[in-house]
């Protein structure tokens, strides 16, 4: 009974690379969010996918894509790391849209130097 | 613009107290509300959830309490316990349909 996963947990970058972090639900559900936590601050989104094949916009998507493989599974890329983008990364998953419960994983904690 | 907010970064209880956590919202269209707890190096876990068209909900230990006239939601804790000890957070979905609007999140700490 996994729920969301993510992978890696931990990981350092240098300015200017790239990586892309993996997420992957079990739980059948249709959407599902990249959010991004600050210290002292709630969850920002940065994209969602409301269905397989469809992606958008959230509040901070500069500098991110993101790229739903498949129903189970929603990456974000960073292109060309920046240390504002050093900050806790969480995938969640939800049924029918918004107004249902999303799930989370346990987060990527990325630093970029 | 949008944002869900809490009274208090902090609050500190003793161990077998009542907690009540609060949020203020400000989109009167939100219509569906949500808590979340956040233990240290996890990610936020759901607690409960309330839709606009109720003023009350309860669950194990816990109820949320919807007020649409001042646009305040509530999350009260029965019997706090040592392992409540997390952050809390309120959200609403935005006015977008989009996502969730997350608040701050407010520090719970029980002391024994």
């Known amino acids: 009974n996994a729920g969301v996963t993510q992978t890696p947990k931990f990981q350092v970058l240098k300015t200017g690379q790239s990586m892309t972090l993996q997420c992957a639900q079990d739980?059948?559900?249709?959407?599902m969010y990249w959010y991004r936590q600050d210290p002292g601050m709630g969850l920002r989104l940065i994209y969602y996918?409301?269905?397989?094949?469809?992606?958008d916009k959230g509040e901070v998507p500069n500098g991110y894509n993101v790229s739903r493989l498949n129903k189970r599974e929603f990456s974000l890329r960073l292109e060309s790391a920046a240390p504002s983008q050093t900050s806790v990364y969480f995938c969640?998953?939800?049924?029918?849209?918004?107004?249902?419960?999303?799930?989370f994983g346990d987060g990527t904690r990325l630093s970029i130097l | 613009g949008e944002s869900v907010g809490l009274h208090l970064p902090t609050l500190s209880v003793q161990e077998g107290d009542n907690s009540i956590i609060n949020c203020a919202y400000s989109?009167?269209?939100?219509?569906?509300f949500i808590w979340y707890k956040q233990e240290s190096g996890k990610g936020p876990q759901f607690i409960i959830d309330?839709?606009?068209?109720?003023d009350k909900r309860q669950g194990q230990r816990v109820t949320v309490l919807l007020n649409k006239t001042v646009k305040h939601l509530s999350l009260q804790i029965a019997a706090t316990q040592p392992g409540d000890s997390a952050v809390y957070f309120c959200?609403?979905?935005?006015?977008?349909?989009?996502?969730?609007?997350f608040g701050k999140g407010t520090t719970l700490s029980v002391s024994s």
């Open positions: 969640a998953s939800s049924d029918l849209g918004v107004s249902q419960p999303q799930h």
């Open positions: 739980m059948n559900h249709n959407s």
């Open positions: 996918s409301a269905s397989e094949g469809t992606t």
């Open positions: 989109n009167s269209a939100s219509d569906y």
């Open positions: 309330i839709r606009s068209n109720m």
């Open positions: 959200a609403e979905n935005s006015q977008a349909g989009t996502a969730l609007i």
